[in-house]
């Protein structure tokens, strides 16, 4: 009987585990801490909530609008509800504790310990060495891994793949008083103050807010400084609220070239599979997760390794143009803050919004009509040029008249707990209680 093996006990090994256990394969799953929850923002598509059937009484709190605002804190206001869709906030527990039950139900082996290296045996069928909670080791053979532990992956490591690229985020969350409540809607921050190469956020969580920062490594000292900066931009709105916690975690930069590797298949964060730009993570971990396990099922008959990499060509045909789009948006807007300034001077056109909307709640490519993507790529044009080239000290100067403080006091967030990045950030796996 077909045997698979999924490392990793978050939600995309969850999705994996259960989608080939209801296929009647045995499945194994093996966790390291199966009390933990890794840290993240926490903001879905009502797609994801469609996809993988999660109910909507789970959510903290739907976003309707999201404001995008510039180095020169002129903002741009984006509404999600004109498309019948919106994203909504969720702790991570809940998704991990719902993903974790469904599991179960359907009959995956849960295995608490440590994956610690291959050996190779029965005509290189994987055979793990995993090491128990109480320090004894124990073997398992396996006819397809699926790893889904993490960036740090041991899987990734264990059949000599290089690093990933990381990023490095530092968030902190903050309670209202009771009574009172938290800024609504979610903003986006631009700007190298706030953060080197990416942006920053803060995000409702019924009566909690989440304030984060997401940048490279190499600016992992300076997280500190960009997250005072964040809240000085947010003023007011911090009124009343007192810290509750604060976590670090690495999040991808690129994703892998590979992701099928023999009878080794990586799924999410361990193939590196966040969206470039908007670091959307957790909907491309389970749909990788879904993606593989379908693959398995497929062929459960005869999983031979070419067969198994129908996963990555089904990945490639399915999100690979969608992440080399976010790249381009990466490479041409997260440069300097001009062309963050340019970026928000496009998030005020329509059809950009309704574009840039549908595109980030649907994760889908679609064609445009001729016309439109020829006026789209008109306006970002001039708009780039309009702040790369045309008298740069005195738009510097008009930029800075034209900055408008924040128009709305909405704001609001939430977190959860860190583990991996002291080396990184200085205290980032400080968990503070007030």
Avoid at 245 to 271: I, M, Q, S
Avoid at 382 to 391: D, E, H, M
Wanted: charged residues 25%; aromatic residues 8%.
């Amino acid at each position: 009987m077909l045997h698979v093996v999924v490392v990793g006990g978050g939600p995309a090994g969850l999705i994996a585990a259960e989608a080939t256990a209801r296929a009647g394969i045995k499945t194994t799953l093996i966790e390291r801490a199966p009390e933990r929850n890794r840290p993240c923002a926490g903001l879905l598509s009502s797609t994801f909530l469609e996809e993988f059937q999660v109910p909507e009484l789970l959510l903290a709190q739907k976003v309707q609008e999201i404001a995008l605002c510039s180095p020169t804190q002129r903002m741009a206001f984006v509404n999600l509800s004109g498309v019948n869709r919106w994203a909504g906030v969720i702790r991570r527990e809940l998704l991990t504790t719902l993903f974790r039950r469904r599991a179960e139900e359907a009959g995956v082996t849960f295995m608490h310990g440590t994956f610690m290296r291959f050996r190779h045996a029965d005509g290189d069928y994987p055979l793990l060495e995993v090491r128990l909670p109480g320090g004894e080791r124990e073997q398992l053979q396996a006819d397809v891994v699926i790893g889904a532990d993490g960036v740090h992956s041991r899987v990734a490591r264990a059949i000599r793949l290089p690093a990933l690229e990381l990023g490095v985020v530092y968030q902190e969350r903050y309670g209202y008083p009771e009574g009172a409540k938290a800024p609504d809607g979610m903003q986006l921050h631009l700007g190298r103050k706030v953060s080197t190469d990416t942006f920053a956020w803060s995000l409702p969580e019924g009566d909690q807010l989440l304030l984060g920062v997401a940048t490279a490594t190499k600016y992992g000292r300076r997280v500190w400084d960009m997250l005072g900066e964040l809240k000085k931009r947010l003023g007011s709105q911090l009124d009343g609220a007192k810290p509750l916690g604060r976590e670090a975690f690495c999040y991808p930069r690129a994703a892998r070239e590979k992701l099928a590797h023999d009878r080794v298949l990586l799924v999410g964060d361990a193939a590196g599979l966040v969206a470039p730009g908007v670091l959307d993570g957790l909907y491309y971990a389970c749909k990788s997760a879904q993606l593989a396990a379908a693959a398995v099922v497929r062929h459960q008959h005869v999983p031979l390794p070419e067969r198994l990499a129908e996963y990555e060509q089904d990945w490639k045909q399915e999100y690979g143009e969608l992440f080399a789009a976010h790249a381009r948006m990466e490479k041409t807007f997260f440069g300097a803050d001009r062309e963050r300034e340019a970026l928000v001077d496009m998030a005020w056109d329509r059809d950009v919004q309704r574009v840039a909307v549908e595109a980030y709640l649907t994760k889908k490519r679609f064609t445009l009509p001729f016309r439109l993507k020829l006026r789209m790529k008109t306006r970002m044009v001039s708009q780039l040029v309009k702040y790369r080239v045309i008298n740069p000290k005195k738009l510097e100067t008009d930029m800075v008249a034209r900055a408008m403080p924040a128009p709305r006091n909405y704001l609001d967030l939430a977190l959860e707990t860190p583990d991996e990045l002291a080396c990184v950030v200085p205290e980032a796996t400080q968990h503070v209680e007030i």
